[in-house]
């Protein structure tokens, strides 16, 4: 076997640097997903037919479609018809915060619809308004519900955050296949950067899970 891991030492700190650049674009692509996604799914279940038809119409495109092909429409595509060359970032962010705002949408959704009919009729008994209602009442108690979830989406968009190396910006996969070009050994690079994704992963997995405990212990309690 043709595998020499030696010669990877000097690009280590190279490639350790995409830690910071991948998880910079995924935490940012991430709020604007939690907060887009927000907007969407009180549009969803809001009375106005206009509303919900724009969200699920929203949510019908950038779920049906790939986020490679999102992404490169939005790089490519947005200089071709403004003339603003964007910057692989703000793409980056633009792509997957549109994209998981999507799939928010839903969990939030499911979450709110989730949350006893009887909160809601209460608060409508006491003469609440649906603002106040929603923010101090329904959201709260639906948070348990979709924390989880969110949180699986989370991981995702770090896994699925390779995808921004093919418009050349420098995070982690990016970071590997400059040094497997530079070195002409491919093997080495891609298999430490895989390393480094799941070490990523599994943490966030394990924070998942003890988030998920203490909700369990919460509603025991």
Do not use: C, H
Request: hydrophobic letters at 50%; aromatic letters at 10%; zero cysteines.
């Amino acid at each position: 076997m043709n595998v020499d891991f030696s010669k990877l030492e000097p690009y280590v700190p190279f490639i350790l640097t995409g830690i910071w650049t991948t998880l910079k674009f995924v935490f940012v692509s991430a709020l604007i997903g939690l907060l887009l996604g927000t907007v969407l799914a009180l549009m969803k279940i809001s009375k106005s037919r206009l509303l919900k038809a724009f969200a699920d119409g929203y949510t019908s495109i950038f779920r049906g479609t790939p986020l490679i092909l999102q992404l490169i429409i939005i790089y490519y595509g947005v200089p071709q018809l403004t003339g603003y060359d964007m910057p692989e970032f703000l793409a980056a962010i633009a792509a997957f915060g549109l994209n998981s705002a999507a799939y928010v949408s839903e969990i939030i959704r499911a979450g709110i619809m989730a949350v006893d009919k009887g909160q809601r009729e209460a608060a409508q008994a006491l003469g609440v308004p649906y603002r106040p209602m929603m923010l101090d009442i329904i959201l709260p108690q639906a948070v348990k519900n979709i924390l989880p979830a969110l949180m699986n989406e989370f991981i995702t968009l770090t896994k699925e955050s390779a995808i921004v190396s093919t418009i050349g910006y420098l995070d982690l996969m990016r970071r590997a296949q400059i040094v497997g070009a530079n070195l002409y050994r491919n093997f080495e690079a891609l298999l430490f950067v895989g390393l480094i994704y799941w070490v990523m992963v599994f943490i966030m997995t394990s924070i998942g899970r003890r988030v998920e405990r203490r909700l369990r212990q919460s509603d025991i309690g």
